[in-house]
């Protein structure tokens, strides 16, 4: 099956510092990427969807300054939580589509937990 | 705009019950359903994909059954396991297709040795 990864698997920073995640799709190309977003004992929440090549269209209340992400390949998109704050502690996870799967079934990386301090 | 339910927020149940699992959905037009498992500080798993032009599906111990006319979809787990503890999540697409998984918030089971 399809197989997305993400990069660190957990990291911890300071406040007022940059995050960068990586989300790859290893076998197949993703003609779209979604990130998605889950606080503690809550659900998850979509934060931008990204077309390879193309800017992100992000979900209301989704700062686009401050979670910046870009696709600029078929299997690479990364999220940089800029000027992170203890509010921006989640688990954040990213699933990549493929245009080719008639199913247009999402496949989901295994989430970055980030803990700002 | 689509908007995912689950009924209950919480069950636990002794071991070997069967059980099912309440999803509902407010856009009966999907192009597809899923269900997920996530175990506590874990990612997701799939478990089931339901095209809109099917039924039911069925794996193992799991039957997934979508009704889009009432907007609805069960999990049904059969003869339960500690194992099987974990959240079950309920995600819908749009008609379209191309717009991305609408997730409710989630059923936390114990299955109760």
């Known amino acids: 099956g399809a197989v997305v990864s993400q990069h660190p698997s957990w990291v911890i920073c300071k406040s007022g510092t940059s995050v960068k995640i990586e989300c790859r799709s290893l076998?197949?190309?993703?003609?779209?990427m979604f990130w998605y977003r889950q606080f503690p004992k809550q659900s998850l929440m979509l934060m931008a969807t990204?077309?390879?090549?193309?800017?992100?269209?992000?979900e209301q209340g989704v700062e686009k300054d401050k979670f910046l992400i870009n696709h600029a390949s078929l299997t690479l998109s990364t999220l940089t939580v800029t000027s992170a704050h203890p509010e921006d502690s989640s688990f954040y996870i990213c699933?990549?589509?493929?245009?080719?799967?008639?199913?247009?079934?999402?496949?989901f990386g295994p989430g970055t937990r980030l803990t700002v301090l | 705009k689509q908007e995912v339910t689950q009924i209950p927020a919480a069950l636990s149940v002794p071991e070997g019950e069967n059980l099912v699992l309440n999803c509902s959905f407010t856009?009966?037009?999907?192009?597809?359903l899923q269900w997920f498992r996530q175990d506590p500080g874990k990612g997701l798993t799939s478990l089931l994909l339901?095209?809109?032009?099917?039924r039911e599906q069925t794996s193992g111990r799991l039957n997934a059954s979508l009704d889009k006319s009432s907007g609805r979809s069960t999990l049904y787990i059969a003869a339960s396991q500690p194992g099987d503890s974990a959240t079950y999540l309920c995600?819908?697409?749009?008609?379209?297709?191309?717009?991305?998984?609408?997730f409710g918030k989630g059923t936390r089971l114990s299955v109760i040795a």
């Open positions: 699933s990549a589509r493929t245009g080719g799967s008639s199913y247009n079934e999402q496949f």
């Open positions: 076998d197949f190309q993703a003609t779209t």
């Open positions: 990204s077309n390879e090549g193309s800017k992100a269209t992000y």
């Open positions: 856009d009966s037009a999907i192009y597809n």
């Open positions: 339901i095209q809109s032009s099917q």
């Open positions: 995600a819908a697409t749009a008609d379209s297709g191309n717009t991305p998984l609408v």
